[in-house]
């Protein structure tokens, strides 16, 4: 069974895409392989784990190259290339930054990734070679799907931890991924490049699936088996404490929520802002009663409140989304119609109007020996939009920034 798990929003950006045809022919002719595993002390695993990456190549028909990105102090570099793998040595810096230091070193234009414990079956690849033949850029291993050996997932990862993410990821990017946590998975070495992983650590796995959909990938599910850990060897986890697996958990969530600032504020922002101008806007000459009910200043406050705080989360997701760049076309699009020069006018008249409002409000003071005779609310609608008018500078200014440094980074 194959799932097809294209994300909404991303099927669109694709169909922009002039090249996806030509690429999937391309992939027609034989592309090469390379598998690409972290290593970190597995020198009770890595001479088997090696053959097995030998016999599914064999049996996917396909040459490359098995490179083992190592940060061992045992003896598991001698065996690996022994067993006739390459292997590149890099610094222990976490299974992130491990597969990070190995981009320079990947030959293939297929890049297989996973784990080098015989957790995962590196002689049926095969399955992932024939979705990256077909076309799709990214290929998901799920052991949800395929099988899951008794006693290799403790039942907190299997019924809580892992569906809990995938569930959380899948509502945030609008994917359909049955099991992000799947280390065995495979993309083109293209698409691999173009996710520009930054995760240290064990995120790299939410990382690499979030930034799959967000950009549009074509992405499938193949079914794999997951085995429990040989007699003598221990998962990195169980070595690091009880704490690691809870720790791993954590920094998923912060990964998924750090790519997806506008998620968080684009829908509030939008509701905060419309409520609250409602709100501060039919009060602004004066309390009214709506079915038996009278708004005044406080209410006038409280949507006040509302609308620059919608219309702060408004701007940051705006900012984000620029900051990110996942979907150039919608940035080039806002970027034409938001000008440094619409922004300042903008700012200006709203700061005007403001402005205007409050000076009304001034010269009835001073008319009345410098007292306070009654709340003024068309004065309290007018600092709402000097602030409203001052976030529009400053948004202008950021905006500007970023769109500046991007198009500098990019010439
Ligand atoms: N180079 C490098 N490899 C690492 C590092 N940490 C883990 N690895 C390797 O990454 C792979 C995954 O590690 P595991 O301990 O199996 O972690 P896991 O599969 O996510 O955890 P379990 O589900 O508990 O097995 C193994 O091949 C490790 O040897 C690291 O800091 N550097
Ligand atoms: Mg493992």
Not at 237 to 246: A, T
Not at 332 to 354: H, I, K, N
Not at 372 to 396: C, D, E
Request: glycine share 10%; hydrophobic share 45%.
């Amino acid at each position: 069974m194959t799932a097809h798990i294209d994300s909404r929003r991303t099927l669109t950006r694709r169909a922009e895409r002039p090249s996806s045809g030509a690429r999937l022919r391309t992939r027609a002719t034989e592309a090469t392989v390379s598998i690409v595993v972290p290593c970190l002390n597995e020198e009770a695993v890595i001479g088997e784990f090696i053959d097995w990456c030998h016999e599914g190549l064999h049996a996917a028909g396909r040459t490359g190259q098995i490179l083992i990105v190592d940060s061992s102090t045992d003896r598991s570099p001698e065996i690996a290339r022994a067993r006739g793998a390459e292997v590149l040595q890099v610094p222990r810096r976490g299974l992130g930054r491990a597969y990070i230091d190995a981009l320079p070193a990947i030959t293939g234009d297929y890049v297989i990734l996973g784990d080098c414990d015989l957790t995962y079956d590196f002689r049926a690849v095969a399955p992932f070679i024939d979705k990256l033949d077909e076309g799709y850029d990214f290929v998901m291993g799920s052991r949800f799907a395929g099988e899951i050996e008794p006693g290799s997932m403790p039942a907190l990862h299997r019924y809580f931890g892992t569906p809990l993410t995938t569930w959380i990821l899948n509502r945030i990017y609008g994917s359909r991924y049955s099991d992000i946590h799947c280390g065995m998975r495979a993309l083109t070495r293209e698409s691999l490049h173009g996710l520009a992983l930054e995760s240290q650590s064990w995120e790299y796995a939410s990382e690499m699936v979030l930034k799959a959909a967000r950009l549009g990938l074509k992405v499938a599910e193949v079914p794999v088996k997951f085995y429990k850990d040989r007699e003598g060897r221990v998962s990195h986890h169980k070595r690091n404490g009880w704490l690691s697996p809870w720790i791993a958990g954590w920094i998923n969530l912060k990964v998924m929520f750090l790519f997806a600032p506008d998620f968080f504020m684009w829908r509030p922002g939008w509701l905060l802002f419309v409520l609250g101008l409602l709100l501060t806007g039919g009060l602004s000459r004066g309390p009214v009663v709506v079915l038996g009910v009278g708004l005044d200043l406080h209410s006038m406050l409280l949507g006040l409140t509302m609308t620059t705080l919608g219309y702060s989360a408004l701007q940051f997701a705006t900012l984000a989304r620029t900051f990110y760049d996942f979907d150039p076309a919608r940035t080039r699009r806002l970027a034409r119609r938001f000008t440094y020069d619409r922004g300042v006018v903008a700012s200006g008249m709203l700061v005007a109007l403001g402005a205007a409002l409050n000076a009304l409000l001034l010269v009835h003071w001073l008319r009345h020996g410098l007292l306070l005779t009654q709340v003024s609310h068309p004065g309290l609608f007018g600092l709402l939009l000097i602030v409203l008018g001052f976030q529009t500078f400053v948004f202008t200014l950021s905006f500007q920034m970023i769109r500046n440094r991007k198009a500098g980074d990019a010439s």
